[in-house]
T-cell receptor
Framework: AQSVTQLGSHVSVSEGALVLLRCNYSSSVPPYLFWYVQYPNQGLQLLLK??????LVKGINGFEAEFKKSETSFHLTKPSAHMSDAAEYFCAVIHGSGNTGKLIFGQGTTLQVKP | DAGVIQSPRHEVTEMGQEVTLRCKPI?????LFWYRQTMMRGLELLIY????????DSGMPEDRFSAKMPNASFSTLKIQPSEPRDSAVYFC?????????????FGPGTRLTVT
């Protein structure tokens, strides 16, 4: 069965610093992987997705993630944090063979950006 | 497109009352998901539908919860009778299950408070 593990429930960075949010996956089939962001009092919004094409995926708001099969990782990065990036971030993997549409979400990582 | 629409946005009710949450998915999407989010348990999938048919309701907490999707543009989640521990934010999401898709689009959520 597919699953994802997000390392670190809280990450704090200074404005302008590198953002690195970690996600490791477990999957018996080639995975489809996603990163979502949730701003306060809002629903989740898709940041980016990996669907077995390019291993480096670029998303919205300057975020990107790299799929590394050897490390079973899909970490999210942004070169320079902005105050508006403060939010909760969720990594997710498609359940099963991809035909169910069901996503398995990680527990989330709260990103704090300090001025 | 207006995105996923949920109503009401906020609901305050007394223990024992019936609560009905509503969702209108994005037109053309064939999957609909109901989630619950709390501080303690994070984001939980309650049930999801494909082409209006319930596929997996294993996340529904107990018989007090029921969900329906009478047509492609409307779904309800009902709690009867409601209890204080049902207090949470309930999200509806929809997706299109085509190849290389499956990203889910979330509504703004309904914040339920049961007193």
């Amino acid at each position: 069965a597919q699953s994802v593990t997000q390392l670190g429930s809280h990450v704090s960075v200074s404005e302008g610093a590198l953002v690195l949010l970690r996600c490791n996956y477990s999957s018996s089939v080639p995975p489809y992987l996603f990163w979502y962001v949730q701003y306060p009092n809002q629903g989740l919004q898709l940041l980016l997705k990996y669907t077995s094409a390019a291993t480096l995926v670029k998303g919205i708001n300057g975020f990107e993630a790299e799929f590394k099969k050897s490390e079973t990782s899909f970490h999210l990065t942004k070169p320079s944090a902005h105050m508006s990036d403060a939010a909760e971030y969720f990594c997710a993997v498609i359940h099963g063979s991809g035909n169910t549409g069901k996503l398995i979400f990680g527990q989330g990582t709260t990103l704090q950006v300090k001025p | 497109d207006a995105g996923v629409i949920q109503s009401p946005r906020h609901e305050v009710t007394e223990m024992g009352q019936e609560v009905t949450l509503r969702c209108k998915p994005i037109s053309g999407h064939d999957y609909l998901f109901w989630y619950r989010q709390t501080m303690m348990r994070g984001l939980e999938l309650l049930i999801y539908f494909n082409n209006n048919v319930p596929i997996d309701d294993s996340g529904m907490p107990e018989d007090r919860f029921s969900a329906k999707m009478p047509n492609a543009s409307f779904s309800t989640l009902k709690i009867q009778p409601s209890e204080p521990r049902d207090s949470a934010v309930y999200f509806c999401a929809s997706s299109f299950g085509g190849v290389h898709s499956y990203e889910q689009y979330f509504g703004p959520g309904t914040r339920l408070t049961v007193t």
